[in-house]
């Protein structure tokens, strides 16, 4: 069965610290790992990555994929308060149809 | 510049109901997808949906559940005869392309189901 398991699964950190989210999986077919930024609200697009070793950056959020030992991270410097939300790690594993498969999430609170 | 359009976006039903969840893509988008998302759990896939066609519907129950997104107007899932356990946030999201071709999925804020 495909599954894709985040950790931890929450997380309190001080503003200023550097986070890492971990996100592991196991699907057939993959194609693409998929981190979304869930706040109260619609989960927001954040990092695609297809290809092993090619770091994405956005501002403070970067992201890597190692599809040999099938997992990627998500990492966030000098975390704001604004940072705070529930991450979510998804699997596009093709198939007749593209749909993603999508851990539980990492609850990051960022304190003052 | 409109983002996905989900209505309404709380909706409370008593047992043997039916609820009906609308959802108007992004602007262009032809690809819908419908997922559920139960308490403390993930997102999980119900239904992929391109314009008048049900392309995957793999994640959705057989019974009681139907998906459509007819060539005008919006996508509807519908739950027939709801029960408790169809309570449930329910998310619309859309995309330009297929996601395995490089399209970024689009997410609606959701409509949360409530079965009393």
Not at chain 1, 49 to 57: A, H, P
Not at chain 2, 43 to 59: A, C, H, P, R, T
Not at chain 2, 74 to 100: E, H, K, N, T, W
């Amino acid at each position: 069965e495909d599954k894709v398991v985040q950790s931890p699964l929450s997380l309190v950190v001080h503003e200023g610290d550097t986070v890492t989210l971990n996100c592991s999986y196991e699907v057939t077919n993959f194609r693409s790992l998929l981190w979304y930024k869930q706040e109260k609200k619609a989960p927001t697009f954040l990092f695609m990555l297809t290809s092993s070793g090619i770091e994405k950056k956005s501002g403070r959020l970067s992201s890597i994929l190692d599809k040999k030992e099938l997992f990627s991270i998500l990492n966030i410097t000098a975390t704001q308060t604004g940072d705070s939300a529930i991450y979510l790690c998804a699997v596009d594993y093709g198939g007749t149809a593209s749909k993603l498969t999508f851990g539980t999430g990492t609850r990051l609170q960022v304190t003052l | 510049n409109a983002g996905v359009m989900q209505n309404p976006r709380h909706l409370v039903r008593r047992r043997g109901q039916e609820a009906r969840l609308r959802c108007s893509p992004m602007k262009g988008h032809s690809h819908v997808y419908w997922y559920r998302q139960l308490p403390e759990e993930g997102l999980k896939f119900m239904v992929y949906l391109q314009k008048e066609n049900i392309i995957d519907e793999s994640g959705m129950p057989k019974e009681r559940f139907s998906a459509e997104f007819p060539k005008e107007g919006p996508s509807i899932l519908r739950i027939q005869q709801v029960v408790r356990g169809d309570s449930a946030a329910y998310f619309c999201a859309s995309s330009l392309a297929a996601i395995g071709n490089t399209g970024e999925l689009f997410f609606g804020e959701g409509s949360r189901l409530t079965v009393l």
